[in-house]
T-cell receptor, first 111, second 114 residues
Framework: QKEVEQNSGPLSVPEGAIASLNCTYS??????FFWYRQYSGKSPELIMF????GDKEDGRFTAQLNKASQYVSLLIRDSQPSDSATYLC???????????FGSGTRLQVQP | EADIYQTPRYLVIGTGKKITLECSQT?????MYWYQQDPGMELHLIHY???????EKGDLSSESTVSRIRTEHFPLTLESARPSHTSQYLC?????????????FGEGSRLTVL
């Protein structure tokens, strides 16, 4: 079982819709959770991080964390074609040397 | 905006050549990392460093080696490149002292070994 699992997609949504991206992780000791966006041929860039159960909002993005279910999600409201990219979920705990990444979900926002 | 630089961005070389991928950051971060990523696949940690003269191997076995003589510089070397080394190599740094925090990535070095 992979440590961080994501549906590879593609997830296709119309412009203006809400895109929902999901991630599960296997290590119950995980404490920090990150969402990165990666455009094709580019390096990952951080969108949001979340440490506590519940929701965290930043502009059009909302991260949701449920540690009991070992589940973290990213909601993108009012999706734009420029949001089309691969979204990587990454997980860390205090014992880890570095972040562990999922393989990413490819999002396509159709104009 | 993160200041972490990788060179070369693209490299095509023949089998058996020695190559060094350069990575430098100007943020004074102690922690630096090398990840390997094939197209459409997840990032795999191949090396990391917590500071000068500290280097460790990551989760993915790699024939590459790294050095950390200066805080800002973390080069990766392949003594004898093979086609199986063809991949994207991403360098990253982090400021957090405990655990793993936000990573700042360089633009990557795409290596093709013929």
């Amino acid at each position: 079982q992979k440590e961080v699992e994501q549906n590879s997609g593609p997830l296709s949504v119309p412009e203006g819709a809400i895109a929902s991206l999901n991630c599960t992780y296997s290590d119950r000791g995980s404490q920090s959770f990150f969402w990165y966006r990666q455009y094709s041929g580019k390096s990952p860039e951080l969108i949001m991080f979340i440490y506590s159960n519940g929701d965290k909002e930043d502009g059009r993005f909302t991260a949701q964390l449920n540690k009991a279910s070992q589940y973290v999600s990213l909601l993108i409201r009012d999706s734009q074609p420029s949001d089309s990219a691969t979204y990587l979920c990454a997980v860390s705990d205090t014992g880890r040397r570095a972040l562990t990444f999922g393989s990413g979900t490819r999002l396509q926002v159709q104009p | 905006e993160a200041d972490i630089y990788q060179t070369p961005r693209y490299l095509v070389i023949g089998t058996g050549k020695k190559i060094t991928l350069e990575c430098s950051q100007t943020m004074g971060h102690d922690k630096m990392y090398w990840y390997q990523q094939d197209p459409g696949m997840e990032l795999h940690l191949i090396h990391y460093s917590y500071g000068v003269n500290s280097t460790e191997k990551g989760d993915l076995s790699s024939e590459s080696t790294v050095s950390r003589i200066r805080t800002e510089h973390f080069p990766l070397t392949l003594e004898s490149a093979r086609p199986s080394h063809t991949s994207q190599y991403l360098c990253a740094s982090s400021v957090r002292a405990g655990g793993a925090g936000e990573l700042f990535f360089g633009e990557g070095s795409r290596l093709t070994v013929l």
